[in-house]
């Protein structure tokens, strides 16, 4: 029983110092800078829903700013700097100050017209990319050194409500809500960038993200008092989705 222990304690120290020397695990904060079809979005002409993309059948822009993310990768360690890597980021974007500028002068109009109160939630935009590909860095054994990766994989893109409440101040008027249910959507994405390593414990690495396509869609429901309708919408263009990333990573 003694040889036994011995034995798997052995067994699992070089198991435990072989991990250490060929893998690593790295966790990221990122700042997201939106490209293409998801940051594109401009005011919203007289406030026509038609004009509002993420609402209509002909737009597709996202009205997405700046945001940020988290993330998680594990490198396993090849020969002459390569490895493999897997991992996910999650990435979150703010919605740009001219469509919120937009929400708030039509709350003044409705609220000072009609003796409502007016609110409204918009949508965010996230995205979940899901990659493995492979890396390389210069020379390890430098406190700084070259950093590069390309990975793909898939992404996972969600949407939440866009909802809007007008409650008014007569009795005898219903108040009237709309919730905007978006569906999510699977597409193909691929990563490439380059960084530094400092210490083989702090990275700092700007990523271009290419997080494809796909057509907004969802259900809107219109709710009159108790009364509630559905209408589904579906854009008849694929919005295109890219990020441009700053990450600051640890690794352990």
Request: contains cysteine; hydrophobic residues 40%; aromatic residues 16%.
């Amino acid at each position: 029983m003694k040889k036994f222990t011995l034995v798997a304690f052995l067994m699992l120290f070089a198991v435990s110092a072989f991990a250490q020397k060929t893998i690593d695990f790295g966790v990221y904060l990122s700042g997201a800078m939106p490209m293409g079809d998801l940051g594109a979005g401009d005011r919203i002409k007289n406030f026509d829903y038609r004009d509002y993309a993420l609402l209509s059948e002909d737009g597709r822009q996202g009205y997405a700013d700046f945001g940020g993310g988290i993330g998680f990768d594990v490198t396993f360690h090849l020969p002459k700097g390569f490895g493999i890597l897997a991992g996910f980021d999650y990435f979150a974007n703010l919605n740009k100050s001219e469509i919120k500028d937009c929400f708030d002068d039509h709350r003044v109009v409705v609220e000072n017209t009609s003796g409502t109160s007016y609110k409204y939630t918009l949508p965010m935009i996230m995205n979940i990319p899901l990659y493995i590909g492979v890396n390389y860095t210069a020379n390890r054994e430098k406190n700084f050194t070259f950093y590069a990766e390309a990975a793909t994989g898939p992404n996972f893109r969600l949407i939440s409500d866009f909802k809007e409440e007008l409650k008014y101040d007569d009795e005898l008027i219903d108040d009237v809500t709309f919730t905007a249910d978006y569906k999510s959507a699977t597409t193909f994405a691929f990563k490439i960038g380059a960084g530094v390593l400092m210490w083989n414990r702090m990275s700092i690495v700007l990523d271009y993200y290419s997080l494809g396509k796909a057509k907004i869609e969802g259900t809107g429901t219109t709710k009159v008092g108790s009364v509630a309708t559905d209408r589904s919408f579906k854009g008849k263009k694929a919005m295109s989705s890219s990020e441009l990333v700053l990450r600051v990573g640890y690794h352990f």
